[in-house]
């Protein structure tokens, strides 16, 4: 079981409390790059390249469900969310670092590598780099 600051075994209420707030801020980026996207790709886009990513590793991450049904990326978000506050702490990190990444792989297939920089860097409030201000060509 995890320990707090105080070196006393933390309860399971502050537990599942630490993993929520943690799963909170994993989310973060999610929440940013949806609402960046969502306007430019359509809330199906966006959907389908976030349950395409997930599907490509559900094999390793069962928990990580991405319901087919849902039309809505506010709910495969928060069912993301969700997911990540029920399990450990860390493999949760590992798995939303590695979702970040092939839904970005996928974004990038679909529209390019300058122009997902691009969007982003939009989306994450980072100024994309002197390369990935050229259009791809």
Known sequence: MERNDNKRPMSDQDLASYRAADARQMMAPWRRISE??????????????FRRAARLL?????????????KSAVALL??????????????????????????????SAMVGDALTA???ATAT???PGPQDAQEQK
Do not use: K
């Open 58 to 70: 559900a094999a390793r991450y069962v928990w990580i469900d991405a319901d087919a049904s849902s």
């Open 36 to 49: 960046h996207l969502v306007p430019l790709i359509g809330e199906l886009g966006f959907c389908a390249l």
């Open 78 to 107: 928060a069912a993301l969310e969700q997911a990540m506050g029920a399990i450990d702490a860390a493999e949760a990190r590992i798995a939303n670092e590695e979702l970040l990444a092939t839904f970005t792989r996928q974004l």
């Open 125 to 127: 409030d980072c100024p």
């Open 118 to 120: 691009r969007l982003l």
